[in-house]
Nanobody, 125 residues
């Protein structure tokens, strides 16, 4: 069983930056694909970014060029560096881990078996 705990959310002004972290425990972190998703008020949860077990990355068009996903397999931690933040980035951000090992990059929620509790990111205009 994999446990995921996000941190790093907060309130920043538009144009600012935040770095989210997701600490993983209880599983083989280095062998799992990981992803970030977000859910804005009144909207469905959506894909943000993903990274597979060898470090290949993939981004939603809305964050490409502004967000960077990375992982530290020694610290069992997933990161999301968010730059040039916009009010429309306001959401609860969730990290997720795929159930299988050595899988490819996935942007579909159903491919992820483990989820964190989420961290709130609020961007003021």
């Amino acid at each position: 069983q994999v446990q995921l705990v996000e941190s790093g959310g907060g309130l920043v002004q538009a144009g600012g930056s935040l770095r989210l972290s997701c600490a993983a425990s209880g599983g083989t972190f280095s062998s799992r694909g990981m992803g970030w998703f977000r859910q804005a008020p009144g909207k469905e949860r959506e894909f943000v970014a993903a990274i597979n077990w060898i470090g290949r990355t993939y981004y939603a068009d809305s964050v490409k060029g502004r967000f960077t996903i990375s992982r530290d397999n020694v610290k069992n931690t997933l990161y999301l560096q968010m730059n040039t933040l916009k009010p429309e980035d306001t959401a609860v951000y969730y990290c997720a881990a795929q159930g299988g090992l050595y899988s490819g990059i996935q942007e579909r929620e159903r491919e992820y078996s483990y989820w964190g509790q989420g961290t709130q990111v609020s961007i003021s205009s």
